[in-house]
């Protein structure tokens, strides 16, 4: 297997069902359209999306995951 990591923009959404206290405040994940080899060069492309150096513009969020992706 071969291992990539992925930026993912986090953005909550509304609750499905607003009067139910089980259903949660969800999140829509966005993934970034680039994959990185290392942890490093992910964390180093978050740093400058987060400062909006970025080239993709529309991605601009307030929460940020970075996931390791098998494939």
């Known amino acids: ?4 990591y992925s930026i993912f923009g986090l953005e909550r959404i509304p609750s499905p069902d607003p009067d139910d206290d089980k259903s949660g405040q969800p999140f829509l994940f966005r993934k970034y359209p680039k ?3 290392s942890i490093t060069e992910a964390k180093n492309e978050l740093e400058e999306i987060m ?3 970025s080239p993709f513009v529309h991605f ?12």
Not at 60 to 71: C, D, M, P, Q
């Open 35 to 37: 994959q990185y080899e």
């Open 60 to 71: 601009k969020f307030t929460r940020y995951v970075i996931l390791e992706i098998f494939s």
């Open 1 to 4: 297997m071969k291992s990539h």
């Open 51 to 53: 400062k909006g150096k």
